[in-house]
Structures are given as structure tokens and as C-alpha cells.
């Protein structure tokens, strides 16, 4: 079997952390959800008044199902915040539903890394989809003729790149949309003193996650580095 133990660590090791973040995130978003906001907002509230604030209006927010599904979606430009965020007049809905809105402010003034992403997203999916076969593919193929293992090992290589570089490209539009947002909601009043601080210790642990993912993709990229060049010197 080609995966061996180095892989299993790694991937051992990121999932480990991952958890651990994602579960730290949810407890946090758990607590500022119990926090309630003293300007009485609610997140549809917050994020309609940030769009019209930079002359944002053919935006639409609406609500959608799930938890922490919050996104942006530029193709149909809608701010897209989950039931509790849409509703709640709480901490934690202000900071999702400013953060949100971070990523319609960056689309609407073109800013570039948010414009490279979103380029890359149908690279990234197809690239995805096809290292699924690669995975099962390289099995067999280094068990029984070598060259053959290199060569898909080689074009694994290539398609792990994409995904580091969009891993590694979406941390700044994360950390930018995240500042455009809790600076916004300092200074159109939403957030005050300790409630500021609490909506951005919610984000800031928001961004560990797109850390998490983007240093666990630059490790299996090297990893997979170190084994095509040990591969090629056998």
C-alpha cells in the first residue's frame, strides 16, 4: 500500500488540531450567542445597515439553514447568514453577520485576493475530484509498475499546489474581512468596550480554522514533495 505512516501522522495530527479548534470556535460562538447585544440588532439588521453604510445595495442578506454556515456568495451576491445569526441580537451574530459583509465590501471594491479566490474555486474543485481517483490509483500503481506510481505521483504533486495556494490565498481574505467588519462595527456604534472585544476574540478564532487547514495542506504538499524525490532516487 503506497500511504504510509508519514501520511497517517500528518493527517493524524491536523485532524487532532482541527478538532480541537473547531470545538474551542463552537464554545466561544456558544458563549457571546448567550451575550446580548445592547444596541438590540439583530444579524439581517447589522448586515443591511453595513451594506448600505458603503453604498452597497444590490446585496441581498438572507437566511439560511445549518450552523456556522454564514458565507458570501459573489455569484448571486447575497450575504447568506444562518437562522441564529439572522435572528439573534447577540455578539456573536453581530461579528458573523460584520464579517460577512467584509467579504461583499472586498467584492465590491475589488479586492484582489478575494477576485485570485474566486478564480481558483473551479480549479480547486476539479482538481479535488480527481485526486480522489489519484489516491486509489497510485495504490496500484506502485505495487506493480513504478514509473507509472511517479508519474501520478507527480501530477498529485501539482494538484495538492492548487490547493495550497488557495488555502494559503484565503487567509488574507479571511483576516481582511474579519478587520473590515469589527471596524465597522466600532464605528457605527454596534459594538461597544467589551462586547468590541468579544466579537473579535469570535473571529479570531474563526481564522484559526482557515489556519489549521492551510498549514495542514502545506505539510502533506511537502510530504508528498519528499516522497516523489526519495521515490526518484531508488
Known amino acids: 500500500m503506497y500511504f504510509d505512516f508519514g501520511f497517517l501522522l500528518i493527517a493524524a495530527v491536523f485532524m487532532l ?25 439583530s444579524g439581517k439588521e447589522i448586515a443591511e445597515k453595513m451594506l448600505r453604510d458603503n453604498g452597497i445595495y444590490d446585496v441581498k442578506v438572507v437566511s439560511v439553514a445549518g450552523q456556522l454556515s454564514d458565507h458570501y456568495n459573489p455569484l448571486t451576491k447575497t450575504v447568506n447568514l444562518s437562522d441564529d445569526v439572522y435572528h439573534g441580537r447577540h455578539i456573536a451574530s453581530a461579528a458573523v453577520a460584520a464579517h460577512e459583509c467584509g467579504h461583499a465590501v472586498q467584492h465590491a471594491t475589488s479586492y484582489a485576493w478575494l477576485g485570485l479566490r474566486s478564480k481558483l474555486v473551479p480549479v480547486v474543485q476539479i482538481s479535488s475530484t480527481i485526486m480522489s481517483f489519484l489516491v486509489f490509483g497510485m495504490a496500484f500503481a506502485f505495487s506493480f509498475v513504478h514509473s507509472l506510481g511517479n508519474s501520478m505521483l507527480l501530477l498529485f504533486i501539482v494538484l495538492q499546489s492548487i490547493l495550497t495556494l488557495f488555502s494559503i490565498i484565503t487567509l488574507p481574505v479571511e483576516v481582511d ?58
Open 17 to 41: 488540531i482541527g478538532f480541537l479548534v473547531s470545538s474551542r470556535l463552537k464554545s466561544k460562538f456558544a458563549r457571546y450567542s448567550q451575550e446580548r447585544l445592547s444596541s438590540g440588532l
Open 177 to 234: 474581512a474579519s478587520k473590515r467588519g469589527l471596524a465597522w462595527l466600532d464605528n457605527a456604534g454596534i459594538t461597544h468596550q467589551q462586547e468590541h472585544e468579544d466579537a473579535k476574540d469570535a473571529l479570531k478564532w474563526a481564522a484559526y480554522t482557515y489556519f489549521v487547514a492551510a498549514l495542514g495542506s502545506v505539510a502533506t504538499l511537502l510530504y508528498y514533495v519528499w516522497r516523489y524525490m526519495g521515490s526518484n532516487r531508488n
